[in-house]
Every structure is written in C-alpha cells, then in structure tokens.
C-alpha cells in the first residue's frame, strides 16, 4: 500500500497526525472516517492552507457538507475565480478542476485524486476535434463545458446544459454546427432548435446514459403524480419528453434540467413526490434544498465511480500534502478562456452542467 504523499505537490506538507493514517487500497484514499475530528482537522487545514473547498453536487455527502461550497462545475469555477483563497481545492473530475485553473490561473488548484476522470469528457480528444474539424472547416464548434482544456482550446464557444440551446439560436442559421460531445444533450438542442445542420459527436456521460426509458417509464408507472426532474445527458430525456406527449405524465410535471436547475425547481416545487433522473448524489442537495419533498433516483445504482474517488481520506491528504496540484499551459489556458468566456458574454449560462 502506498502512503499518503503524492507526487504533485502544491506546496509543503501541514502536519497533521490524522492524515498519517491515510493509505492507497489500489482504488481510492483510504483510511479515515468522516467523524467529527475528520470535519476539525479539515477545517483547520483549510484555514493552514488559506484554501477554500468546492464541492460538485454528484460528490458524497459528507465531502458537499464539510466544503464551502457545493454546485455544478461551471458555477464552481466562478466561485474559485472571485474567491479570495490562494488555494482551491476542487472536489470534483479533472476537467472541472481545470476549468477553474483557466479561469483562475494565478491560483493552486488542487483535485484530491488526480485519477478522478470523466467518461464524456474523455469521449473526444483534442486530436480528434481537429480532424473533425478539418473535415468541416467553416464549421461554428460548440462544445458543452464537459469537456477537456485541450477541447476547450479548439472550441468557438463552450455551453451548458442550460444555455445550449440558446447558444446554438445565436448563432447563423445557414453556418453548421458541431456540437460535442454529449449526443444526449446534442439531440436536445436539435429537438428545441429544429435545426438540421448540427452534428453531434456520439459521446456520452456513462452514468447518465444508463438511465434509460424503460427505468424511467416503470418508476414513473409505479409513483403516479411525481413529478419528473430529467438531465438532458440522460438516455431517459427523450422518454420523459414521449411520456409528457402521451399524456402518460402532465408536460408540466416534465421538467428536463440541469443540476443547478433541479436545485431552484426544488425550492419552487409544490409537490410531494420527485423522481430524479441524474447521479445519485445530487439527491443529497435536492432533500436539503426541499426536505419537504420526497425525491427518489429513477436509478440508486447511477453513481459515478470517478466522483467517489473523492474520499475523505482523499480530501485530507490534499489539505495536509498540497496535492494534486492541476497545470494547464498557459496557451491551451488563453485558448480555452476565450471560448469560456464567449459562453459567459453570450448570455446567462444558468448553473451549469
């Protein structure tokens, strides 16, 4: 088993007698619990640190309640942008953790498993992007915020689930379109836009794409009068839309939305029963959003892997280590910041993913 220290170092290693407990077991950060001492010696870490701890919606609980703040990506990254911290340590997948790194490049940023991947993002690479590019050279890129800085680098604008579509209405009706790389939220934008010159890279979320239509029919037969709150990176979101057609659920119970989304329709919603079509972990947000509701996975087994990897123990070491720190050059970093920043100046891009 390996030890707590990593090999990307921030800065020097804060004593911390908790952490020395820390060890590898071959899959994640093992070896401590999410107890009350955990909870003090994070926050005093922290504090050492001068960092502050962001943690994505999908994460366990006890990381998204020992963090300063939880949300999607995006609304994470500006978070990190305007924080006052030297040092943020970004409980999340890589490529959001370099999302904040090009929006906030003077600072450390740390992800507490480098190993913490993401299938969409790896869906598409920067090689791939070109060619696919070569192929349509007049081509407008849209690339949902998903994705990798090299990606964000070949992108005219990035979109999030909640702004894609109007994204895609700002631009030339007569310009084609590539839209990457979710071919879920790629037949959304199509759908609500009507538009036949978008072609849409066949990536998919893994997670999200096995939550299916026939899972999202039955839970919806078995709960009558729930409302359905439904990610458009779904494999579900096209039977959610069927069902609302069919009359099978009242369109106004069908709401397709992105996390933050799902966090504000919360608080707003006036009913007793919600069936959630996303990660299991943003159920987390949604009880304490609304604990008056009663809101259930259409799947409990849609948890990602990548996102449990951020264990306690993971966040410990990070704190008491300085790992692991997250680099992006600085030309793919003003590369990637444009294309960021033409979604930001677009319009109101929501809460993200």
């Given at each position: 088993?390996?030890?707590?220290?990593?090999?990307?170092?921030?800065?020097?290693r804060?004593?911390?007698?908790?952490?020395?407990?820390?060890?590898?077991?071959?899959?994640?950060?093992?070896?401590?619990?999410?107890?009350?001492?955990?909870?003090?010696?994070?926050?005093?870490?922290?504090?050492?640190?001068?960092?502050?701890?962001?943690?994505?919606?999908?994460?366990?609980?006890?990381?998204?309640?020992i963090?300063?703040?939880?949300?999607?990506?995006?609304?994470?990254?500006?978070?990190?942008?305007?924080?006052?911290?030297s040092?943020?340590?970004?409980c999340?997948?890589?490529?959001?953790?370099?999302?904040?790194?090009?929006?906030?490049?003077?600072?450390?940023?740390?992800?507490?498993?480098?190993?913490?991947?993401?299938?969409?993002?790896?869906?598409?690479?920067?090689?791939?992007?070109?060619?696919?590019?070569?192929?349509?050279?007049d081509?407008v890129?849209?690339?949902?915020?998903n994705?990798?800085?090299?990606?964000?680098?070949?992108t005219?604008?990035?979109?999030?689930?909640?702004?894609?579509?109007?994204?895609?209405?700002?631009?030339?009706p007569?310009?084609?379109?590539?839209?990457?790389?979710?071919?879920?939220l790629?037949?959304?934008?199509?759908?609500?836009?009507?538009?036949?010159?978008?072609?849409?890279?066949?990536?998919?979320?893994?997670?999200?794409?096995?939550?299916?239509?026939?899972?999202l029919?039955?839970?919806?037969?078995?709960?009558?009068?729930?409302?359905?709150?439904?990610?458009?990176?779904?494999?579900c979101?096209?039977?959610?839309?069927?069902?609302?057609?069919?009359?099978?659920?009242?369109?106004?119970?069908?709401?397709?939305?992105?996390?933050?989304?799902?966090?504000?329709?919360?608080?707003?919603?006036?009913?007793?029963?919600?069936?959630?079509?996303?990660?299991?972990?943003?159920?987390?947000?949604?009880?304490?959003?609304?604990?008056?509701?009663?809101?259930?996975?259409?799947?409990?087994?849609?948890?990602?892997?990548?996102?449990?990897?951020?264990?306690?123990?993971?966040?410990?070491?990070?704190?008491?280590?300085?790992?692991?720190?997250?680099?992006?050059?600085?030309?793919?970093?003003?590369?990637?910041?444009?294309?960021?920043?033409?979604?930001?100046?677009?319009?109101?891009?929501?809460?993200?993913e």
């Amino acid at each position: 088993m390996s030890t707590a220290t990593g090999t990307n170092t921030a800065i020097g290693r804060l004593d911390s007698p908790l952490a020395d407990k820390i060890h590898h077991d071959g899959s994640v950060y093992a070896g401590v619990e999410p107890n009350e001492a955990w909870a003090a010696e994070i926050r005093r870490l922290a504090a050492e640190r001068d960092a502050v701890i962001l943690a994505h919606n999908y994460e366990i609980p006890a990381i998204q309640d020992i963090a300063h703040h939880v949300g999607d990506s995006l609304a994470l990254s500006r978070i990190a942008a305007s924080a006052e911290q030297s040092t943020i340590i970004f409980c999340g997948v890589h490529f959001m953790a370099e999302t904040a790194k090009i929006l906030s490049p003077e600072k450390t940023v740390l992800i507490p498993d480098e190993a913490a991947g993401c299938s969409l993002a790896d869906s598409i690479t920067a090689e791939q992007l070109a060619e696919w590019k070569s192929e349509h050279p007049d081509a407008v890129v849209v690339s949902y915020v998903n994705t990798t800085a090299a990606v964000k680098a070949l992108t005219d604008i990035c979109c999030t689930s909640s702004n894609a579509v109007d994204v895609v209405e700002s631009i030339d009706p007569d310009r084609e379109i590539l839209f990457l790389p979710d071919q879920f939220l790629g037949a959304h934008v199509r759908r609500k836009t009507g538009r036949d010159n978008i072609l849409v890279w066949a990536g998919e979320c893994h997670v999200h794409a096995a939550i299916n239509g026939d899972q999202l029919t039955a839970k919806s037969e078995s709960h009558p009068g729930a409302d359905l709150f439904v990610h458009p990176e779904c494999g579900c979101a096209t039977s959610a839309l069927h069902l609302a057609t069919e009359g099978a659920v009242p369109a106004d119970q069908v709401k397709i939305l992105s996390t933050g989304g799902m966090v504000d329709a919360a608080r707003a919603s006036g009913a007793r029963e919600v069936l959630v079509a996303t990660e299991v972990g943003m159920i987390h947000q949604l009880r304490k959003a609304a604990p008056e509701v009663d809101f259930q996975p259409v799947n409990d087994r849609a948890a990602c892997p990548y996102m449990k990897m951020i264990t306690p123990a993971a966040l410990l070491r990070s704190l008491a280590v300085g790992a692991d720190e997250v680099h992006v050059d600085a030309a793919t970093a003003d590369a990637g910041r444009k294309s960021v920043e033409r979604m930001i100046a677009h319009g109101d891009p929501g809460d993200g993913e």
